[in-house]
Every structure is written in C-alpha cells, then in structure tokens.
C-alpha cells in the first residue's frame, strides 16, 4: 500500500479488533503478551509501523519509553492524539529505515510491518543495527489468503545474525484477534547477544640484569618479529598467575632457575600490535651474577631463537622489538605504567625515526602504609 492508502485507512484503522483494542479483553490479551515479550525493567522502545500507537501506548503503561514512528502522516496524527500525554515521541518516516540518526534502543518492535516492506532482509539488518547488545526484536507477523511472511522464512533470515530467536504461535489464541483465526499468525523474539566481557593475552617478559646489561633473544622460525631481539617472554596459561608464567617461561626460554623471591615487578604495559587486539604485558627484573648464580642462561629453544645476547641497558640496540625497546626504556627511566598503542601501518620493529608510541601513565609518589602496619611502599 502506499502512504496515500494508509492515511485513507487511517480513520477506520482503530475499528479492527486487534488494532484499536477497544474490546477489554482483547487489549488485555495484548497486554499480556508485550509483558512477556518486553523486558521485566524500564527500556527504550522503538515501535516501527506504529499505526494509530495502540502498541506503543501498552508499552508505555508498562513504563517503556517509546518512539514510535509510521509512513503515514495521519496514522502519526491519530498516535500522537492517543498518547497525548506521555513522553512517546512519535515521528513520520519509513519503518525500513526509521529516521532516529544514531540513536540505539533496547526493544525495537513491528506488528504486521515486514511483510509489507519490498526487501525484508535489508530492513531486518538495519533494524538489529539499531539495537543495542543484549537488545531484543519483537516481530508479530502472519500469512493471509496467500499474502505475508511465513515464520520459517524470517526465522531462517535472522538466525545467522543473532544468538536465539523464540517463535509462537499465536492463531489459537482467538482473545488476540476478537475472533477465531485459522491462517498462520505469530511472533518471533530476537534475542541479540550481551556485550562480551573484554579479555585479552597477558604476556610476562624478563629482564634478566647482569650489571647495566640485559639479556636479549633474537626471535627466529616464530613468525613474528623473526630476526629481530627481545626480552625472554611468553604468554600466561589458563590457571596461571603472572609470577608463575614468569618463572615457567624463564626456565623453558634460557634455563633459568627462578624462585619467586628472585622477581621484582618492573613496569606493567598496556600494548597493541600492529593490526593486532591489544594485550598487557607484565615485565619482572630479576639479577644474574656470573659465579655466584647457580644457573648460566642458555638458549632452550633454538626452534624459536638464534642465540642469546648481553646488551647495555643505556645503549640498547634498534633491531629490537618495539613493544620490548618501549617497555626497557620505560623501565630504565623508573616509569613503571605504560600505554603502548601501535597504528596498523606501524612497524613490529623500533623505528627510531618513528613515531613514538609510548604513553607514561602517572604513578603515586607518596607513601602508603600496609593493612598490616609494615613498611611505606611508593
């Protein structure tokens, strides 16, 4: 139908029991069902295809707040006259594409709308687009002498693209419609998935100190970074605490033999790679004395590095590892919190004509007591 159509059928529209609920129990049948569909708390709704705002004005009661938009000026024109009084905003424009800009909703709802739209499929991804995580899309729609959208047909359209859809049947229930129907009548609620909590790699590097000198291992076979140096370092295994990686991924890299009384936390970073997701790293100091520390550092895994090298900590080399560069630099200037944010075009590799990417982070100054009274850290 076009909006010329709808605005003719606008002053009889309320006249169909399901669209006016005028009948008590049909507006109490429908009131049921919006209070399972919506969430239990107060949300933002979005009713698309609005007609004369019976819908929007239920959820409103409920204590929604609702837009609801519809093509047709009059349809708008009699909304706006029944929700006189609310905080429902109601607008004029296509429910293919409601005219909100970039606002985002909890419920975004359509009762008979998708089937009339020329391309369903469009609108389903727009309308999900405008739902926010954990959000939800109530469609009501049906097939009529031949006409509408059966429910296997829009089922299969929104699976891929949310984490469950509930369909029922509502043709049975002759309290909805004001009589009995026989043809196919239903609702699917799409459930859109929660945001996901953010997690990331923790990474553990050593700083192995022989005097002013640090232990570095040139990468190779890894695939990244090969050929260039780095501090001793791995990733945290499920499980694990942050000391423990350090001490197990000693031991496999260089054949340290590290207690947990050898490490002292030297600088925690916050770090993304180039086109990579970001990871924080947590980099330990432990000391090396040739004669007097029971172990001699060797390379362990000459599948993953060439060899082993002793660099001065105040003239350390530029075919390093940028991440490991930035953090040694941090540590040698006493800075012990760092962001280290690479663009995607940036280089794996220190570029000493490159941009710096290092954002020291603040740290107290003063001195605080233990709960246990101890001594003042600061």
């Not at 003719?8 to 009131?31: C, I, M, N, Q, Y």
């Not at 050593?206 to 990468?219: Q, T």
């Not at 980099?283 to 172990?295: C, D, K, L, Q």
Request: with cysteine; aromatic share 6%.
């Amino acid at each position: 139908m076009t909006p010329i159509d709808w605005d003719d059928a606008a002053d009889s529209f309320d006249e169909e029991p399901d669209h006016g609920l005028l009948d008590p129990t049909v507006r109490k049948a429908w009131a049921a069902k919006l209070a399972g569909w919506l969430p239990p708390e107060p949300s933002r709704v979005l009713d698309l295809g609005c007609g004369t705002g019976s819908l929007a004005l239920l959820a409103t009661e409920s204590g929604h707040r609702v837009t609801a938009v519809d093509l047709s000026p009059r349809m708008v024109g009699l909304a706006r006259a029944k929700l006189s009084g609310t905080d429902t905003e109601v607008l004029v424009g296509d429910a293919a594409r409601p005219p909100v800009g970039e606002r985002t909703f909890d419920v975004i709802m359509a009762r008979h709308v998708l089937w009339l739209l020329p391309d369903p499929d469009r609108a389903l991804n727009h309308w999900l687009s405008l739902l926010r995580p954990g959000g939800r899309l109530i469609l009501i729609e049906g097939v009529w002498s031949g006409a509408g959208l059966p429910a296997t047909r829009v089922t299969m359209s929104l699976a891929p693209l949310v984490e469950r859809v509930q369909h029922e049947h509502l043709s049975a229930d002759a309290a909805l419609w004001g009589r009995a129907v026989d043809d196919e009548r239903y609702a699917l609620i799409a459930h859109t998935a929660q945001r996901r909590r953010h997690t990331e790699v923790v990474d553990v590097h050593l700083i192995l100190r022989r005097g002013d000198e640090v232990l570095l291992a040139r990468r190779s076979g890894t695939g990244y970074g090969d050929g260039l140096l780095n501090s001793p370092s791995g990733h945290v295994e499920d499980g694990e605490d942050v000391r423990a990686a350090m001490i197990r991924e000693a031991s496999e890299e260089i054949g340290a033999e590290l207690d947990p009384g050898d490490l002292r936390t030297a600088l925690v970073m916050h770090h993304r790679g180039p086109g990579g997701r970001p990871r924080t790293g947590w980099f330990f100091e432990a000391r090396y004395e040739a004669g007097r520390t029971p172990w001699e550092p060797y390379n362990r895994e000459p599948e993953k590095c060439s060899g082993l090298s002793w660099h001065p900590l105040s003239a350390l080399p530029d075919d390093i590892v940028a991440y490991c560069r930035a953090g040694l630099e941090a540590y040698r200037a006493g800075e012990r919190f760092v962001i280290h944010w690479h663009e995607d075009a940036d280089s794996i590799a220190y570029d000493p004509d490159g941009t710096p990417r290092a954002t020291l982070l603040p740290k107290t100054d003063t001195g605080v007591t233990t709960a246990e009274g101890g001594p003042t850290v600061s």
